[in-house]
C-alpha cells in the first residue's frame, strides 16, 4: 500500500457517500430521489473528464505512474469494476427501496406492463399528440450511415425482420425536449395513489410499430452514450478567446464515445453493432437491469409534495445587517461575515445594487465564474454602467459546462457598456472578488470588498454552504485592486500584502504556514492544524501534512470529496483524521485554520489543495482579521464540523468510509441540521 490514494478511486467513494445519502431511510422520500439523481449526473460528468482523461493517456502508451504508483491503464480498470458494481447498487436502491417506498406515499413511477388499460389510453394519447410528431427514426444500412449519437442521449435500438427474414436495425432518439417521466392519472389498482408517470422510452418502444409501417418490428432496447467533453482550447493559437470557447462547445458534440449503457437483455448482435460503429472494446459497455439515466429523477423532485422533502427554510439577514443601517457604514465599522445558506445571499446582491445606484460610487470590478441565469448580479452591474460608473468584469468562459451561459452573459454586458475581461491565457480565473470604489464624504477614496468561497450565483447559494466577507481593510483593498489590474492588464505581480493568490503565493504561504506550525510544536507543544476543503489530492501539501503529524502536530481535515491523503497510519499519519460530510447542502467552504502557538489564524477562500487549483488557477485566499468572526468560523464551520457524528464519514487508511458512530450517552449532531436551528433562533 502506497502512502497516497488513488484520486479516481477516492471520488468513487465520494460518490457512494452520494448514495448512502438515497439509502438513508432518515432522509425525506423525494430528497433520496434527488440523491440518486445527483449520483446519476456525478457519474456522467466522471466519464466525461476524469475517465476520458485517462482513456487519452492509455491511448498515448503513458508509462508514468500516477503519484500513488498506478499506471492509467490499472486505474482505467479498477475505476471500471468500482463503477459497475456502484451502479448495480444504484439500480437496486431505485427498484428495491425508493422506489417501492414513494408507491406507499402516493407517488407510482411504473414500468409500460404494469400500466392499466385507462393508462396505456392516456399514455397512447400522449405519444400521437405530443411525442411522434417529433420522432425521427433513423434507418442504419449501406444508404444510411450509422447516426451520430450525441452525448448524454437516450436513444432506442430497433430490429426489423425484413424479407427472406434478414435483420435490419434503425435508431430512434428519445427527445430530451419532453418529460423523461410522463404523468398519467393515479392508479386503479392503488387507492392510495396521487400521481402516477410511467418513461418516455417505454411508451415509444409500446408504439414503435406506428415509425414502421408495414413491417415486422421484434425487438427495441434503450441505450446511452456518454462522450469525452474535456474540451481543450488552444489559447495560445487564439485571436479571439470567445470565439474559440464557441468551437470548442461544438466540438465538444463530437468528442470520442467513452461509455456504452445498454438495457440488460439487449442482443449481442445489436450490442456488437453498437459498439463497432461507436468504436468501444466490451469494457466500455454497461448492462443495466433497470431504466437508463436515473438523472431523471429530479422531475419527481420538482412534486409539490411538502411533507416528502426537508422542511423548507428562510435564510436568516444577519442581525448586524437587520437594522436598516446604510450597508458601506456597516461595513466601515467593521468587516461582516456571511455564512451560507445558513445567512441570506441577498446582502450580496444588496452591495453590487447600492455600488450601482450609490451617486458616490466610481467603480466596481467583479470576476464572475458561475452566475447562473437570470441573474440579479449581472442586472445591477448593467445598472450600474448605465448610471455612468465605470465596471470592469473577468467573466472565466473556460468554467466547465457553464461556457454557453457566460458566452451569452459576455454579450449581454459588453452591450451595455462593461468592460469585459474573458479569462486569463493560461489559466482558469477561479477567484471570487467584488472590489466597489467609492469616494466618501471627506472627499477620501475608500474601498469596499466581497470575498467568497463560492460563486456569485443567487440559486446555489441556498444549497452550497460557503463563506463571504465584507471588508474595508485598506491593505486588502489595495491587494483587490491590483489583482484586478493584473487580471485586466497582465498578470505579473508577485507579492501582495494580505491576500494568497495563486498561483503566485498561494503554495508557498501554505506552505510556510504549515512548516511554521511543525516548528512552533516542537518548541512549544499544542500544535494544531484544521483544514476543510473539497478536494485534497497535491502530493506536496499532503507530505507536509504528513510530517507535521509525524512531530505530532494534531492534524484535523474535513474533506468532502476527494482525499488521496491516507490517515491513521503509524510513522507517518497516526494524528491526521479525516471527515467527509455529505448532506442536505454541498460542503463548498474552504478554510484553513493554524493553532500558531495560541496566536489563531485563519485563512478563507476559493482554492482547494489541488495542483490545478495551487498552481494553474487564478485563486483568492484570504485571512479572517477580526477575532470574533474568527471564532465564530472556528466554532460554527471547523468544530461542529468535525463533531459531526449523523451525517459524518470517517476515511479509513485503505481508502474506505466509515459513518462516524457516536459515543455512549453522546448526544446525535448533525452539523448542518444544527446551523439551520441556530439560524431560525437569531
Known sequence: MTNLINRELSWLEFNRRVLQE????????????????????????????????????????????????????????LVMQGVRALQSEHLRTWQEDVKPALMAHGVCVLDWQALNEEQRALASHYFHRHVFPILTPLAIDLAHPFPHISNLSLSLAVVIRGERGRLHYARVKVPPSL??????????????????????????????????????????????????ADIEIQEDEANDLRATVERSIKDRRFGRVVRLEVVHDMPEDVCSLLEHNLGLSAQDVFYLAGPLDLSCLWELHRLPIPELKDPPFNPRLPPDLANGQDLFERIRSGDVLLHHPYDAFTPV???????ARDPNVLAIKQTLYRVGKNSPIVEALKEAVMNGKQVAVLVELKARFDEENNIQWTR???????????????????AKVCLVVRREQNGEICRYVHLSTGNYNVDTARVYTDLGLFTCNPEIGQDASELFNNLTGYFKQKCYRRLLVAPVSLRQRLSELIEREIILHQEYGGGHLIFKVNQLVDPAMIQLLYRASQVGVRVDLLVRGMCSLRPGIPGLSKNIRVVSIVGRFLEHSRVYYFRNNGAEEIYVGSADLMERNLDRRVETVYPILDPAIRQ???????????????????????????????????????????????????
Open 22 to 77: 438515497a439509502q438513508d431511510p432518515a432522509n425525506p422520500l423525494l430528497e433520496r430521489a434527488k440523491f440518486l439523481a445527483i449520483f446519476a449526473t456525478n457519474l456522467d460528468e466522471f466519464f466525461m473528464i476524469r475517465v476520458a482523461g485517462l482513456h487519452d493517456q492509455v491511448a498515448a502508451d503513458v508509462t508514468q505512474p500516477g503519484p500513488e504508483g498506478m499506471l492509467p491503464a490499472q486505474t482505467l480498470e
Open 179 to 228: 418529460p423523461r417521466l410522463v404523468s398519467l392519472t393515479q392508479c386503479q389498482d392503488n387507492d392510495d395513489c396521487t400521481r402516477c408517470f410511467t418513461w418516455l422510452d417505454q411508451i415509444i418502444a409500446a408504439h414503435i410499430d406506428t415509425l414502421f409501417p408495414g413491417q415486422e418490428v421484434i425487438g427495441t432496447y434503450a441505450f446511452r452514450v456518454t462522450r469525452d
Open 349 to 355: 446582491v444588496e452591495f453590487v445594487r447600492a455600488a
Open 412 to 430: 449581454a454586458l459588453e452591450e451595455v457598456g462593461v468592460h469585459v475581461v474573458y479569462g486569463l491565457p493560461g489559466y482558469k480565473v477561479h
Open 632 to 682: 465564530r468560523i472556528k466554532t460554527e464551520v471547523l468544530e461542529l464540523g468535525l463533531a459531526d457524528n449523523v451525517k459524518a464519514r470517517e476515511l479509513r487508511p485503505d481508502g474506505s468510509y466509515v459513518f462516524v458512530t457516536p459515543k455512549p450517552g453522546e448526544p446525535l449532531i448533525n452539523s448542518q441540521l444544527r446551523l439551520l436551528e441556530l439560524s431560525s433562533e437569531t
